[in-house]
T-cell receptor, first 112, second 113 residues
Framework: DAGVTQSPTHLIKTRGQQVTLRCSPK?????VSWYQQALGQGPQFIFQYYEEEERQRGNFPDRFSGHQFPNYSSELNVNALLLGDSALYLCASSSGTARGYTFGSGTRLTVV | AQSVTQPDIHITVSEGASLELRCNYSYGATPYLFWYVQSPGQGLQLLLK??????LVQGIKGFEAEFKRSQSSFNLRKPSVHWSDAAEYFC???????????FGTGTRLQVTL
């Protein structure tokens, strides 16, 4: 049974560009959450998607947007990249509450 | 707002020694508490979680944690550390009706042989 799959694993972008990160949830999970983990920090909640809608959002600017598809997979989009957006982006899937979170291995984004 | 404090940034223990990682939380209601472990360049693996009931919870890899409401703490313990336990450990808090998790800044564990 596959867990949470994220792609790509690594990405290098130039400041001002746009990026799309992808996440396939664990089988049986219908909720996808995204977290940003800067170097040396704990993960910070970006937003959560359920039934193809953003259910909750953390303290991140509108440059960060997302989407959930009918098969529960999700995308995280970041526009107008800043150097400070360099981080490990983690996707977590669950069925309902955080009690069932399963994290992916993340996408390492480097903005130069 | 909920918050988590992990006061120890870096801890070094000898293999076979006991371990205790500290976690204090700030929360207005009964918290849902978690400990995760992260190896370099990897995602997060759940070690254990507390929702209610027995305040001493057992997790994977021989870890346990004790919820102490009076001290707002949820410390992680292991009686005998193995070299493979070297990693970053994160404490997190959430609400029962809210899936957002708030993480601490982590404690890096180094194990000497």
């Amino acid at each position: 049974d596959a867990g949470v799959t994220q792609s790509p694993t690594h990405l290098i972008k130039t400041r001002g560009q746009q990026v799309t990160l992808r996440c396939s949830p664990k089988s049986g999970h219908d909720t996808v959450s995204w977290y940003q983990q800067a170097l040396g920090q704990g993960p910070q909640f970006i937003f959560q998607y359920y039934e193809e809608e953003e259910r909750q959002r953390g303290n991140f600017p509108d440059r960060f947007s997302g989407h959930q598809f009918p098969n529960y997979s999700s995308e995280l989009n970041v526009n107008a990249l800043l150097l400070g957006d360099s981080a490990l982006y983690l996707c977590a899937s669950s069925s309902g509450t955080a009690r069932g979170y399963t994290f992916g291995s993340g996408t390492r984004l480097t903005v130069v | 707002a909920q918050s988590v404090t992990q006061p120890d940034i870096h801890i070094t223990v000898s293999e076979g020694a006991s371990l205790e990682l500290r976690c204090n939380y700030s929360y207005g209601a009964t918290p849902y508490l978690f400990w995760y472990v992260q190896s370099p360049g990897q995602g997060l693996q759940l070690l254990l979680k507390y929702f209610s009931g027995d305040t001493l919870v057992q997790g994977i890899k021989g870890f346990e944690a004790e919820f102490k409401r009076s001290q707002s703490s949820f410390n992680l313990r292991k009686p005998s550390v193995h070299w493979s336990d070297a990693a970053e450990y994160f404490c997190a808090v959430g609400r029962g009706d809210d899936s957002k998790l708030t993480f601490g800044t982590g404690t890096r564990l180094q194990v000497t042989l």
